[in-house]
């Protein structure tokens, strides 16, 4: 039974990006009028956005959201992969961006280079230069975090900021600490949400999809598909369209997909969410995002992308790709993370707080089917996700004398 289902996940996946692959061919898909976009939304529940370009070293130009609050320390969000700030945001009243604005903790949320709002680079075409994908997360933390990180304690005058990332919205972290040490300084705690670096140990869906990576990276590859899950895709109708179906939708979708992958907690995620859910999400990232993802399961290290013994001979000084030493990342984290979660098992969080110089928190959370989704979309995240947050915050994110 698990195995039929994993192999029909597996299928629908690859039929999927097939068919987004020959769609783009055939016909340019046509933006509609979108969802509320994260300022629209913020306004709608009372706050008031100031929205930020900041440009990184190489080039990209990414947006920042800001919702100003009173207390001093500024907290940044970062979301994870092929997705956007709106995750943040879409619960509304009962959404982490909007209750920290709520309580007056000064709220930035960052947009990783290639997603829906930082699709743009001061050269560079991704509409049309492929170079323009070129990269995976190992860019988002060498280069998006310390634009980001920079731009908010200059505007801010603070020394020190606190951030909350979600899935791959932490692996960057890890990143950053260990390729440009002198950034963990500027960390006041890094709060791990399903934190995802390890993936050694994943559940055998996510196990499936990984063995098939190589092959449907050299279909996109083939097809010259280098972004994924772009917003103007065809394919996007084509989800919400199937999505949005009374009952049939979220077995597809929600217990098909989403909860195969993230771990399964019905209650959290219920029928009338998931609309909204596929209004936001997936947004765009690289090829070779995804594609390093897969290389560090495959490898069971955390490794810098591998681009073949010649190419890696050159930029690493080895054959083999560099591991990241994780030893450097000298940055307070946080690990919370739930017992239901698919991508992130709790053996490889375990092995992640081996290797962290400086874990503060670890703690699974109680509620016991926490997975993947409930961590930025859960019904009740103020009940049983929140509180944590906001006790770290409490002692970590202090003012700087
Ligand atoms: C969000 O939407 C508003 C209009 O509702 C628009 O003025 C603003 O530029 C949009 N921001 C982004 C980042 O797309
Ligand atoms: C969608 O297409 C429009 C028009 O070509 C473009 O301006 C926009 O950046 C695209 N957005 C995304 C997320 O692909
Ligand atoms: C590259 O590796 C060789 C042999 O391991 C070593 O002698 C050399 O110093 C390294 N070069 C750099 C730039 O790290």
Known sequence: MESCRIIAAAVLFFSVYVIQCRQNLVVRGVPEDGPLNFTALASKYGHSVEEYDVVTEDGYILKLFHIPGYRSQPVLLMHGIIDSADTFIIRGEGSLAITLANEGYDMWAGNSRGSRY??????????????????????????????????????????????????????IFYVLGSTRPEYNEKINVMIAISPVCFINNPSPTIQTLITLSPLIDSVLEGF????????????????????????????????????????????????????????????????????????????????????????????????????????????????????????????DVRLLRRNLPNVVVYRMMEHKKFNHIDAVWGRNMKKYLFPHIFEILEKYNTPVR
């Open 118 to 171: 930082s699709r743009r680079h001061i050269t560079l075409d991704p509409d049309v230069d492929k170079k323009y994908w070129d990269f995976s997360f190992h860019d988002s933390g060498y280069y998006d975090l310390p634009a980001m990180i920079d731009f908010i304690l200059d505007k801010t005058a603070q020394r020190k900021l606190s951030a909350i990332g979600h899935s791959q919205g932490n692996t």
């Open 224 to 347: 010259g598909q280098e972004e994924v899950f772009n917003d103007n895709s065809s394919l996007r109708p084509l989800i919400k369209a199937i999505c949005a179906q009374k009952n049939f939708g979220y077995a597809i979708c929600a217990h098909g997909v989403l909860f195969l992958i993230g771990g399964s907690d019905p209650e959290e995620m219920e029928e009338d969410f998931l609309p909204i859910v596929v209004e936001y999400y997936p947004s765009g990232t690289s090829r070779k995002n995804s594609l390093h993802v897969a290389q560090v399961a495959v490898r069971k290290k955390f490794v810098q992308f591998d681009y073949g013994a010649r190419k890696n001979l050159d930029l690493y000084n080895t054959t083999y790709p560099s591991k990241y030493d994780l030893g450097k990342v000298t940055m307070r984290v946080a690990l919370l993370f739930g017992s239901n979660d698919g991508i992130v098992s709790l053996k």
